[in-house]
């Protein structure tokens, strides 16, 4: 397997010496800067590239492998193949970094919102911080400061009772930071950063999209992408929903194995694949994360590895250390790299430790959330122990 890791560009405040010292090969990167929407220019990416790329005299090679991601814009989300000019502005991105030799692309379909938490530093008993979803706060923004038509219904009184408590607890200062952490979108989100109006918009014109119309969307999508990426030898990789349930009323349909199963029977292009998510995928009980990378072995091209923990009231959730929490990270990685083995050296997958805990000096510094340095370091330096006890080093 190759050890990768996500980087935001150069103004981030993670190096690529950084991420050479994390023991990092495989760059994960994206042109951030770019409007959703927009096509990617070649001259673009291979700016991207050859900041990634140029070695500096002495220091350790990086490859920009895997770009996540190339967003979609919501109009192909609630047209599917209609709507045409994004579609093809989607397909010209692909082509500019295909030029450059990535050959792994990460995408999601997620209504409106990408990844949702409620809170980014929420405190761990080793004074680490973590994100959280926590269901009652959700609840609390949902319900009191969106006011979404029609979702008192989708709550039970007791939970209703409850985020009301909630929302009357919280200050000021603290209403504004779960609004701006769900509207105006968590790095690297796909979708756009919103006001409470935009956003009631957003939500209003998904009106009578249902699970099967989405799916549909999603189908017509691949269907008109993946002849350029096989052209190319590219592959697509779909992430999951992060929480794998739907959200703000709006359906989501990457979240379980039969989802996955659905899209690969209507769609059985090679191209058609896989972003393995442990930490997306691992908050529902009824997801069997080994089974799921055993069933979809030959699909999966990147993994992000990560644990989460369920909370006792079956919907909220903490991110934990990589090796903690409710996924068997051991069992996963024997199915991955059984996996890696069938495939030729070119080939294997790329896996970056996903979010990490915010601790030692990254608690006194601007962190990009979900993405510190040191967090990360850990979980890669654990998944990379992991990967040689089973006699497999990652390159
Ligand atoms: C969050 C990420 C997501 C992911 C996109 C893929 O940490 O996993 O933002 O990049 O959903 O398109």
């Known amino acids: 397997m190759r050890q990768g890791w996500r980087w935001f560009g150069p103004d981030a405040p993670v190096t690529l010496d950084d991420v050479r010292q994390a023991g990092a090969t495989n760059v994960?990167?994206?042109?951030?800067?770019?409007?959703?929407?927009?096509?990617?220019?070649?001259?673009?990416?291979?700016?991207?590239?050859?900041?990634i790329e140029t070695t500096p005299a002495g220091r350790t090679p990086l490859k920009w492998s895997v770009v996540e991601s190339i967003p979609i814009p919501d109009l192909v989300k609630r047209k599917g193949g209609k709507a045409k000019a994004e579609i093809e502005a989607w397909i010209a991105s692909l082509e500019?970094?295909?030029?450059?030799?990535?050959?792994?692309?990460?995408?999601?379909?997620?209504?409106?919102?990408?990844?949702?938490?409620?809170?980014?530093?929420?405190?761990?008993?080793?004074?680490?911080?973590?994100m959280r979803f926590d269901h009652e706060r959700f609840a609390?923004?949902?319900?009191?400061v969106l006011k979404?038509?029609?979702?008192?219904?989708?709550?039970?009184?007791?939970?209703?009772?409850?985020?009301?408590?909630?929302?009357?607890?919280?200050?000021?200062?603290?209403i504004a930071e779960i609004t701006r952490i769900i509207t105006s979108a968590l790095p690297?989100?796909?979708?756009?950063?919103?006001?409470?109006?935009?956003?009631?918009?957003?939500?209003?014109?998904y009106q009578g999209i249902d699970a099967a119309r989405l799916r549909q969307h999603l189908i017509e999508f691949l269907e008109a992408v993946t002849p350029a990426a096989e052209a190319r030898g590219v592959k697509l990789t779909l992430h999951p929903d992060d929480p794998p349930r739907p959200l703000f009323g709006l359906p989501r349909i990457a979240s379980t194995e039969a989802d996955y199963a659905a899209l690969f029977d209507a769609v059985p292009s090679e191209a058609n694949g896989m972003c393995y998510c442990t930490g997306s995928l691992g908050v529902r009980a009824d997801n069997d994360l080994p089974k799921i990378a055993?069933?979809?072995?030959?699909?999966i091209h990147f993994a992000h590895l990560r644990a989460t923990t369920r909370e006792g009231d079956g919907r909220s959730f903490h991110e934990s250390a990589h090796l903690e929490g409710d996924v068997s990270m051991v069992d996963v990685l024997k199915e991955l790299v059984a996996e890696?083995?069938?495939?030729?050296?070119?080939?294997?997958?790329?896996?970056?430790?996903?979010?990490?805990?915010?601790?030692?000096?990254?608690?006194?510094?601007?962190?990009?959330?979900?993405?510190p340095a040191i967090g990360r370091l850990r979980g890669l330096a654990e998944l990379r122990g992991i990967l040689h006890a089973l006699g497999a080093p990652p390159t």
């Not at 055993?294 to 699909?299: E, G, L, M, P, T």
């Not at 030729?344 to 979900?370: A, C, N, W, Y």
Request: charged share 30%.
């Open 148 to 174: 979404r038509p029609g979702a008192e219904k989708e709550y039970s009184q007791e939970d209703r009772e409850r985020s009301e408590a909630v929302f009357r607890s919280m200050p000021e200062e603290e």
């Open 340 to 371: 890696d083995r069938r495939r030729g050296l070119e080939d294997t997958i790329v896996f970056r430790s996903d979010h990490g805990h915010r601790m030692l000096d990254d608690l006194q510094k601007t962190v990009t959330p979900g993405y």
């Open 188 to 205: 690297g989100s796909t979708t756009e950063p919103l006001t409470i109006p935009a956003f009631r918009e957003r939500l209003a014109a």
């Open 140 to 144: 609390a923004f949902e319900l009191f």
């Open 96 to 130: 500019a970094v295909a030029a450059c030799g990535i050959k792994i692309i990460c995408y999601n379909f997620m209504p409106v919102v990408d990844w949702t938490r409620t809170e980014l530093d929420f405190v761990t008993p080793t004074g680490a911080t973590a």
């Open 294 to 299: 055993r069933r979809f072995a030959s699909r």
């Open 28 to 51: 994960v990167s994206a042109l951030h800067q770019m409007p959703i929407g927009e096509a990617w220019t070649e001259k673009a990416a291979r700016e991207r590239q050859s900041l």
